[in-house]
């Protein structure tokens, strides 16, 4: 039976851990948090996991990380240092870590913990409802039929999409930080339809409504130009907005955002470098 530790259980971990133990009931779930007030919380949401905390037991991640078949480590990026040192001297060596913490390359994981396989992932916030995107970047050295085992594990929370580490900041570019740019948009047409006149709870509705049928639209024919063009009537209403949005330059501006996560990306991962170095 396939045993998972998780350290520092937040919401994304959570997420995670209820995806895998969905699509797979029989996972053992060792589960911590650093507080008592957190791990009860963490308790009822995963009622099948041994949950403990760290308040009430020092030793707590030592003792679910040991013969563990994986380790997710879902601490904050500025104290991945901390635990994994905390953690290393009760790593099995086939213990696989999997780290979600942004911007700590598997080479300052490796320096962390050494000889132990590393695999980084990235998922994004609809993981929580198994609609996710999950980058999977397993490091040189991973065990094949461990990562597929992962891989697997994985789906129960979305799509897994697997990637090479270099590749991580353009996902985090279009997709895990990419959720935001759709409510961002959603969050516009809202106040356009209050500025014309809806009332907020009706506008609001209305573009909730619109958002999951072209999503629905899209997941089933995954081609948004064919989409976009399909419903292009020439001197109609959707054209004439389309048009004000290529104009105004949304496909420059689309691809500056992006790049500008990607590239924040990669800086987290130099500063966070730095702080491993002290």
Known sequence: MTTIASIGTGNMGTALIKGILDAEPSIEVRATTYSASSAQRLAAALPTATVTSVEDNPEAN???????????????????????????????????????AAGVSAADLARLAPGSPIVRIMPNTPSSIGHGVIALAPAPGVDPTATATLRGLLSGAGLVVPLAESEIPAMTGISGSGVAYFFLLAEAMIAAGVTLGLTEETAKAMVVATADGAGRLLAENPDPAALRQAVSSKGGTTLAALSTFIDGGIFDLTEAAVTAA?????????????????
């Open 262 to 278: 990607a590239d924040r990306s990669v800086d987290m991962e130099q500063e966070n470098s730095a702080a491993i170095d002290g």
């Open 62 to 100: 030592r003792d679910a990380v040991a013969s563990a078949d994986f380790v997710f480590l879902g601490v904050k990026p500025w104290m991945m240092a901390e635990t994994l040192r905390e953690l290393a001297p009760a790593l099995s060596p086939e213990t696989v870590l999997v780290s979600m």
